[in-house]
């Protein structure tokens, strides 16, 4: 698998793993990781498998891709990190949720626009391409004439590929899981909806905290908010990281090339 590597002058203050979206590539992520990279952080963005220079010939949404984000997050603490967060944006905030099962290593992931199960987006996609959006009726759609063919794709994809995109649970990997969870979340996003975040807030309420952003659409908190978004989140991984491990994170103990 390929990443794209931002290390900091210095030591670093800390990692952490940037996941994109479908059809992206990591170097899509590459002016948060800056972003990142500029406030002293060591920032690697992978390409998922089945995207840019990384292997794996299909997408499976989490199934396979939590035990890819396992190995970059034991190759990092290899390397001497102390805390490693995880940051992901739409399929890579559902990747990095799921991952919270296979990689209990995390001490923080911010889940920005994911969703909450892969068969509930499925519904909405569809509600959404019939022509009922963007004003929340593809919700009630994707649940009745849009129901038929999302359930025809997932026995399709379960028969011709042997992938169960029903187990792209994120919702369920949030109720078992005690890593720290930042959800961020669009008002106006319509590619996946907010209630989606919500659902998540609510299936781990002991863990989880919800940002609602008003007038960003999908993955543009960043951009509609950028001085509350670096704040909450830079916040969030320092406080998280302190609790992990119970003093402000020292640098790494080796220089990551």
């Excluded at 399709?156 to 078992?176: C, E, M, T």
């Excluded at 979340?185 to 989880?208: C, F, K, M, V, Y």
Aim: charged share 20%.
């Amino acid at each position: 698998m390929r990443a794209a590597c931002f290390h900091p002058k210095g030591e670093p203050r800390g990692a952490v793993l940037i996941l994109h979206g479908v059809g992206d590539h990591g170097y899509s992520m590459a002016g948060l990781a800056q972003l990142f990279w500029l406030r002293g952080y060591l920032a690697i963005t992978p390409d998922s498998r089945g995207h840019g220079g990384s292997g794996g010939e299909r997408i499976t949404y989490g199934l396979l891709e939590r035990d890819d984000i396992h190995r970059w997050v034991s190759w990092l603490y290899a390397r001497g990190a102390t805390c490693v967060d995880g940051f992901g944006e739409s399929m890579g905030a559902a990747l990095v949720l799921q991952s919270v099962r296979a990689e209990p290593s995390f001490c923080a992931v911010v889940a920005d626009s994911g969703f909450s199960t892969f068969r509930s987006v499925a519904y909405d996609r569809v509600g959404y391409f019939i022509g009922v959006g963007p004003f929340g009726l593809e919700r009630i759609a994707g649940r009745t004439v849009g129901l038929l063919p999302a359930e025809i794709g997932l026995l399709y994809a379960r028969w011709r590929y042997g992938v169960d995109l029903l187990q792209a649970n994120p919702l369920d990997a949030a109720k078992s899981s005690t890593v720290p969870v930042l959800l961020i979340h669009g008002e106006e996003d319509t590619n996946i909806l907010p209630w989606h975040s919500r659902a998540l807030a609510q299936a781990d309420p002991a863990h989880a905290q919800l940002w609602l952003v008003p007038g960003a659409r999908h993955g543009g908190a960043v951009l509609v908010a950028p001085a509350e978004f670096w704040s909450r989140v830079l916040d969030f991984f320092a406080k998280s990281n302190r609790e992990r491990l119970g003093t402000v994170p020292s640098a790494f103990r080796t220089v990551v090339a």
